[in-house]
């Protein structure tokens, strides 16, 4: 029974299939284009949960023949949408962070200045190449040409985030460029400009 405890990533497939009715194949190319850029353990888990909301009575699970393969499609139940319901009801938790070459950066001065600017450079095309489908995405919607146009109201509630998001690390990328050049060739003799220690509390007093 403990198998079947729902998650958040249970609700968010849940929430896939509130919109529609989906097979397996369906799901997963739906959960890489809208869940994954905000909860990525949906794709991990995505051969589990609907399993899981059959067994709690969210969904139904009907097997179909295309051609001479079968495939299973899942729909929402009504309990299914009364679940879905009460968890949008609670406000959920915030954000949490994870940074590979942040955390590589913290300790910048183990290393060399080289490192830290190859380091650098990869967050920043990382931020252009995401920032890539978002784009394509947003001018989809903007000619109303998007999937789901008539829901375009919700997705660009995420779209909006994403598109700051993206945007601020390669703002802040190119900041740190700028920084870390201006170092000495052994980051651990490099000395903070305090006059942008002084920016930065300026801009974190916003709140």
């Known amino acids: ?36 850029r905000m909860w990525p353990r949906a794709e991990s888990r995505l051969y589990d949960e609907p399993k899981k909301l059959v067994t709690l009575g969210w969904a139904t699970a009907t097997t179909e023949t295309v051609g001479r393969r ?18 949008l009801a609670e406000p959920g938790d915030g954000p ?9 950066l913290a ?54 985030f994403f598109t700051d998001f993206y945007a601020m690390v390669a703002r802040w990328a190119d900041w740190a460029t700028e920084q870390v050049e201006s170092w000495p060739e052994n980051p651990a003799d490099a000395v903070a400009d305090p006059a942008e220690l002084t920016a930065i509390a300026r801009k974190a007093d916003w709140s």
Do not use: C
């Open 107 to 160: 300790y910048a001065d183990h290393g060399t200045r080289e490192d830290a600017l190859r380091t650098i450079a990869a967050a920043r095309d990382w931020a252009g190449k995401a920032n890539a489908g978002n784009l394509a995405a947003a001018r989809e919607y903007a000619a109303g040409e998007g999937p789901y146009q008539h829901r375009a109201a919700v997705p660009m509630l995420a779209g909006a």
């Open 70 to 87: 079968p495939r299973t499609v899942y729909a929402i139940t009504e309990a299914g949408r009364a679940a879905l319901a009460g968890w």
């Open 1 to 36: 029974m403990s198998s079947a405890r729902p998650t958040s990533t249970t609700f968010a497939v849940l929430g896939l299939l509130a919109v529609r009715s989906w097979s397996t194949y369906e799901l997963t190319r739906q959960v890489q284009r809208s869940l994954g």
């Open 96 to 104: 949490v962070l994870e940074f590979e070459q942040l955390v590589k």
